[in-house]
Structure formats: C-alpha cells, structure tokens
C-alpha cells in the first residue's frame, strides 16, 4: 500500500531587526534604487549578531506548525533541519532545536542543500513517512545568513536575509492540509564554485590564530548563478509537469524560492505561469535560502493567498548546486 504524505501544519518566523535599503546605503556603495530594480528586495530581517542562532529563529517557526497542526513537540519522531548556517558546525542544530522544544529521543539531524534545502528535507521526511506511517516529522529550515555574509561585499550582502520556516509532515489521516503529491531533486557538482562559502571548512581548514577573512564569507558569481538557476528551475518545473499530466494551467499558485524576482519573472514567463499566479514576497525577507520556500508557504496561507483546493507549484535552486520541484494539493 503506497502512504501519501501530508503535510498538517505550517509557520514561520523572522527576527524583528529589520534592515532596509536605506540602511545599506549608510554601509556599502549602494541605493534602495539598484537594490530594488535589480533583485526586488526592499528590506531583509537580520538577528542581532550573538542573540539568535539558526535553531533560535527554528523553534519559533516549529511552534507555529505545530500548533497549526494541533500537535504538540512530544508527538514528533523525528526533526530534519535544513541550514547552511546552523548553530555550530557540530552539534546539529537539529539536536539544539530539540532541546529547545523539551523532548529527547528523537531521530534528529541536518541537511544543507543550500537554498533548495526545504524540499530536500521534505522529500527525506517523505521517505521517513514510508517506512514509518505513524512518523511525525517536523521539517524545519531556518538561516542566519547575516552571520556568513561580508557587509563590506555590496555584491552580496544586499541579497540575503535570517528567518525560518517549518512544516509537519505525517501519512495521510484526513487531518492533512495539503497532499505533496510528487517532488523531484537534482544536483551539479561540477559547478560548486560559482556559489560558496570557501573556507572553514576541510578543503581550506581553520588556522588557530588565523585571521578571519573574506574567504569565510558567502562569494557568488552572480550573473552566471542567475542564468544557470533560471535553465534548471524551468527545466525541473517542466518535467514535474510532465511527469504528473499537468498544464500549466492545472496549478492554482507558483511559490518558487525568492532569491531574485528577476529570476522568478524569467521563470514564470518560460514556464508560462501568468504574473497574478505567482507568489513573491522577496522584496520583504531578501533571500533567506533553505527558509524561503516554507516562509512563503506559511506567509502565503497567512494572506489567504493559499485557500483549500488549490494546487501549488514550488521550485527552487541553490548552492551545489542543487535544484528541486514539488506539487502540493491544499
Ligand atoms: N549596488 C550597486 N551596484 C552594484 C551592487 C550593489 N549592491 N552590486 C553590484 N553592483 C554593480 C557591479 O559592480 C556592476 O558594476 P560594473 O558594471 O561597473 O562592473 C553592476 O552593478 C552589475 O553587476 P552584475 O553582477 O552584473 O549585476 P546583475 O544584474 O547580474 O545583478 C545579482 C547581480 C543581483 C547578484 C544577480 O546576478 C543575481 O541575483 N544573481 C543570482 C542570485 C544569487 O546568486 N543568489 C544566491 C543564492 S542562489 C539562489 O538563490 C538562486
């Protein structure tokens, strides 16, 4: 018997700091007129550096699902955690969330797939679901991207934000709020370079005493990482179609990750999904990476933009780089 996973509760969350273009105008050689006609971005929310770590913002966006799914933290099985930024490069910031929420025993772990690194987790959480029908599992994907971002680089710390987002994923027991009727994933590791954090790692490893510097921070080629996100993204968005009999015209709303509206406009305009169907709230959380899909699903529902019945496209692109498509049925 095939288990169709679903998903029972949504929410997010983003610290309150808000910094705005005209914020970033008094730090780097920038104008909230680039930064707007360029990337959409109006303002980006950031923690207050030491105050809130990727698994701080996680619990409050957790809570929120949670409590939309009318569960509570003693009922989970497991936690995945989506980040590229987690609290420490060991422990899992899986493992701090869990104990933030006050339980233990759980299956509990992290996974970066970059910015795609909610569907990743979901399509684990899937998998989890399969083998276990009775598994409640708490998909969080939460960024402190402020922490890995040079704010003295205009090229890149204009584009980032921190928030987080989360979902309960179960079988299907009539309490579902939308089905995840079919995802896909891919990867190309030939391309590493274009979008990274190069040091800190094993590759180019910490020196004690060593001087922190720009290699330490997120670096980008940016216009070879919007073509290459715009080819995968339509691409994967077109096999999913294809894959389930879909149109275009079958999907009530396209939530692709905010990373740049110019790269979400090209997008919906290759696949074909007219404006008023596409949702963007990037010009008010800035790219938040493996957080942006599952902050504007929760945001989304939030402004009613999401109604029982509708199906909902979602794709995404990241570092990797990585991509993935998914279909939910609301
Ligand atoms: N303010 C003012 N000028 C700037 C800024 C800034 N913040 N940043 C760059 N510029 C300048 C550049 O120096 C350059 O000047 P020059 O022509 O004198 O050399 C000029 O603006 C154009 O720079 P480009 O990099 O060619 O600008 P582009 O239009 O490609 O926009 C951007 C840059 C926004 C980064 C875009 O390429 C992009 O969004 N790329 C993909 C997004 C991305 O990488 N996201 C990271 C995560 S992956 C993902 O989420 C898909």
Redesign the pocket.
């Known amino acids: 018997m095939s288990i169709t996973p679903v998903i029972c509760g949504f929410g997010h969350y983003a610290p309150e700091k808000i910094v705005s273009n005209q914020d970033?105008e008094k730090l780097?050689?920038?104008?909230d007129e680039?930064?707007t006609t360029?990337?959409g971005i109006k303002q980006r929310h950031i923690v207050v550096p030491g105050e809130q770590s990727s698994s701080d913002l996680a619990l409050e966006a957790s809570k929120m699902a949670l409590a939309d799914a009318g569960l509570s933290p003693k009922d989970l099985t497991h936690i995945l955690f989506a980040t590229l930024t987690p609290d420490t490069y060991c422990p899992s910031a899986a493992c701090y969330l869990e104990q933030k929420l006050g339980v233990r025993g759980l299956m509990a772990m992290d996974l970066n797939a970059?910015?795609s690194g909610f569907l990743y987790s979901l399509q684990t959480a899937r998998a989890m679901v399969a083998l276990d029908p009775d598994a409640v599992v708490l998909v969080a994907a939460s960024e402190v991207l402020s922490s890995r971002v040079n704010w003295t680089d205009?090229?890149?710390?204009?584009?980032?934000g921190d928030g987080s987002g989360a979902a309960v994923v179960t079988a299907d027991t009539g309490a579902g709020k939308a089905q995840v009727l079919d995802l896909i994933l891919g990867s190309d590791g030939n391309l590493t370079d274009?979008?990274l954090i190069p040091a800190g790692g094993s590759r180019f490893p910490l020196e004690l005493g060593g001087t922190v510097d720009k290699e330490s921070y997120?670096q980008?080629?940016?216009?070879?990482?919007?073509k290459h996100?715009v080819r995968e993204m339509e691409a994967i968005t077109n096999t999913l179609l294809e894959k389930n009999g879909l149109a275009v015209e079958d999907i009530d709303l396209f939530v692709p990750?905010?990373?740049?509206v110019?790269?979400i406009d090209a997008l919906a305009k290759r696949v074909g999904v007219p404006p008023e169907k596409v949702f963007v709230n990037i010009d008010r959380y800035g790219?938040t990476?493996a957080a942006?899909v599952p902050i504007a699903l929760s945001d989304a529902l939030q402004q009613n933009a999401i109604q029982p019945g509708m199906r909902i496209l979602i794709t995404?692109?990241?570092?990797g780089?990585t991509w993935g498509s998914c279909i939910l049925q609301f």
Do not use: E, K, M, Y
Not at 316 to 319: L, Y
């Open positions: 970033l780097v050689d920038t104008s680039w930064i360029r990337t970059a910015c205009r090229s890149t710390c204009v584009l980032f274009l979008l997120i980008l080629n940016g216009p070879d990482v919007f996100a990750h905010q990373a740049n110019r790269i790219n990476s942006s995404t692109f990241g570092a780089f």
